[in-house]
Nanobody, 117 residues
Framework: QVQLVESGGGLVQAGGSLRLSCAAS????????MGWYRQAPGKERELVAA???????NYVDSVKGRLTISRDNARNTLYLQMNSLKPEDTAVYYC???????????WGQGTQVTVSS
């Protein structure tokens, strides 16, 4: 079992920055990959960024160059640095982790990010 707790969301003006954090606990040694999804009102949840144990990263095109995913394995914490935020980035952001031999997905409770124009 893996538990994930996000923090760092909030209200920011367009062009501003936020940093999201996701603290992992439990069987963290079994985690193979982590990332962030987001879900805006009336839209499907979409993958924003992901990072493997080896440090390989992947981003959705709409955030490339603005959002950066990173991972502190010693602290079992995942980050999402969000710069040059746009109103269309407004969503609930969810941290996830894939763990175990069956790549079971674990989710955090979500944190709201609101970008005003």
């Amino acid at each position: 079992q893996v538990q994930l707790v996000e923090s760092g969301g909030g209200l920011v003006q367009a062009g501003g920055s936020l940093r999201l954090s996701c603290a992992a606990s439990g069987d963290t040694i079994c985690i193979s990959a982590m990332g962030w999804y987001r879900q805006a009102p009336g839209k499907e949840r979409e993958l924003v960024a992901a990072i493997t144990n080896g440090g390989s990263t992947n981003y959705v095109d709409s955030v490339k160059g603005r959002l950066t995913i990173s991972r502190d394995n010693a602290r079992n914490t995942l980050y999402l640095q969000m710069n040059s935020l746009k109103p269309e980035d407004t969503a609930v952001y969810y941290c996830y982790a894939l763990a175990g031999s069956h790549y079971t997905a674990y989710w955090g409770q979500g944190t709201q990010v609101t970008v005003s124009s």
